[in-house]
């Protein structure tokens, strides 16, 4: 069988990266892979390697993209990691989105990238192959119907008058999948697919996928820390762990000795510790549950120029409640979000109440702020401060994105008990770039936790996490809300990563 990737003793030229042995493996045509493992375990280092961000010093490595005759591995390779959210990272979309900082009107359009992706991906197929008019013809019509087909599964068509800058965090997946298809990989590799979407584009993705497998040359990898998403039509599945590429195996292989989900991971000393936790003697919360309002939303409308995002909604929560908040992509729970936080302007023309005091009432963010333990997808896309991790913990005490004043010798203490309890005690002094996502991640939520706040936003809290730290949040989650007056919101578009302490729930329909 014609190999397409085969790399023979491979060693990673890298000062701080290395896994344990020799990488050793071949991806033929026809196959399609799933990257499996823990958080931390290697899965993106391996990915730099086949992308060849990190060079090997190696006996042999080769690449075989018939019937492409593109010259560099870069025009057959195409990779998309999310970080746990979407497209490459950069800061200042979070506050643009967040804020509307600069003009709308300054933004691209969505369809005007798209379109920009399709010629660009013409022009190159065109310069670089020696196919016939013929073949480069028809290869054009295939990559047409492929855009009306992602149009049509994503609901694109609704988006392509949309400033880049006003979509959604699921909508962006969406965008960047699409602009990724329409540059005629040969082989795709994605990092965790699927996080992000909602269970309708989740399953059309996974169609579109094996439909583009069975019909065209695309090789698909996927790289998986949610290892029970794997779907049907991917064939084989490297299994990495411990920073060791383990060798090759069928998925069916894979699936016989894959150890569910475990049914509980924090110990109940653990658990006992975060029960046992001082309360703060200015917090108001030996009132009983359900007698404070938390959060009142009176008739909220918010809208970018002729688009509704959030229309006359009413809610209220009370203290001690525990909210899921869903709805698919685009339908406004981020928006939401961002007015608990204090993050959207709008607020001040709309009747809303925090914390028992309306806004525009004299109040500051901060004073807003110090109530809330916050993470979502946009906040770790946005989080670009190289610093040691219990520096990151520790910014979530005064909620900022940096670490601006030493904290004390007992704030350090608690930023080391969040992160043991998070199981990444060992990871104090390493610096947030040289962690895996996953453990981003982990950090991130030991940050939302550090202050003790009376209302935790968990927006899409698992992303990227192992089921082993998936079960471990979980527990956490459901210890936390177990003292007194501990009210939470919490987005995801998996059921069965809600904790059983959810009690309220509200869905919101996209427009």
């Not at 998936?470 to 990563?497: A, G, P, S, W």
Request: glycine share 6%; hydrophobic share 35%; net charge negative.
């Amino acid at each position: 069988m014609q190999k397409t990737i085969e790399i023979q003793n491979g060693v990673v030229r890298h000062p701080l990266y290395r896994f344990k042995t020799p990488i050793n493996l071949e991806i033929c045509q026809g196959e399609h892979i799933a990257i499996v493992g823990p958080n931390g375990s290697g899965k993106s280092m391996l990915v730099d390697v086949l992308t060849e961000k990190h060079p090997l010093l190696v006996q042999r490595v080769s690449y075989d993209f018939r019937p492409s005759k593109a010259k560099l591995v870069s025009d057959n390779i195409k990779y998309i990691t999310f970080r746990d959210s979407y497209g490459t990272s950069d800061s200042n979309y979070y506050l643009q989105q967040r804020w509307n900082q600069y003009d709308i009107d300054d933004a691209p359009l969505v369809g005007d990238l798209l379109n920009d992706a399709f010629e660009l991906a013409e022009q190159s197929v065109r310069r670089d192959s020696d196919l016939s008019a013929e073949d480069l013809s028809s290869m054009t019509s295939d990559r047409l119907r492929l855009r009306s087909h992602l149009y049509e599964i994503f609901h694109l068509e609704t988006l392509l008058d949309k400033r880049i800058i006003l979509l959604s965090s699921g909508e962006l997946r969406k965008f960047q999948l699409t602009k990724t298809l329409l540059s005629n990989p040969r082989v795709l590799i994605m990092d965790n697919p699927f996080i992000g979407l909602d269970a309708q584009t989740r399953s059309q993705l996974q169609e579109l996928l094996s439909m583009l497998t069975q019909e065209s040359w695309l090789q698909v990898i996927l790289v998986f820390s949610k290892t029970d998403d794997i779907p049907s039509f991917i064939t084989h599945v490297i299994p990495v762990e411990d920073m060791t590429v383990l060798p090759k195996i069928s998925r069916e292989a894979y699936l016989q000795t894959h150890q569910a989900q475990p049914a509980r991971v924090l110990s109940e000393e653990q658990a006992q510790r975060i029960l046992s936790l001082p309360y703060d003697s200015d917090a108001n919360d030996t009132c009983p549950a359900g007698s404070q309002q938390v959060i009142d939303f009176r008739g909220v409308t918010i809208r970018y120029g002729e688009r509704c995002i959030l229309k006359d909604l009413s809610f209220t929560v009370m203290n001690g409640e525990h909210w899921a908040l869903s709805g698919e992509n685009g339908s406004g729970k981020s928006t939401l979000l961002s007015i608990v936080c204090a993050d959207n302007p709008q607020a001040y023309a709309n009747s809303i109440v925090l914390f028992g005091r309306p806004r525009g009432s004299g109040e500051t963010i901060w004073d807003i702020k110090k109530h809330i333990g916050y993470i979502s997808p946009e906040m770790h896309r946005a989080y670009m401060k190289d610093i040691r991790s219990v520096e990151i913990v520790a910014s979530g005490l005064r909620d900022s994105i940096g670490l601006y004043k030493r904290p004390s010798e007992s704030e350090l203490g608690i930023c080391e008990f969040w992160m043991e309890m998070f199981g990444i005690g060992d990871k104090r002094d390493t610096t947030f770039f040289k962690l895996s996502s996953g453990e981003q991640r982990l950090v991130l939520l030991a940050r939302a936790f550090v202050k003790d706040p009376t209302l935790l936003i968990l927006d899409e809290p698992l992303h990227g996490l192992d089921l082993r730290n998936r079960r471990l949040v979980k527990d956490i989650i459901e210890t936390f809300c177990q003292r007194r007056n501990k009210t939470m919101i919490m987005v995801t578009h998996y059921e069965d990563e809600l904790p059983s302490i959810i009690d309220h729930r509200i869905r919101l329909k996209r427009e």
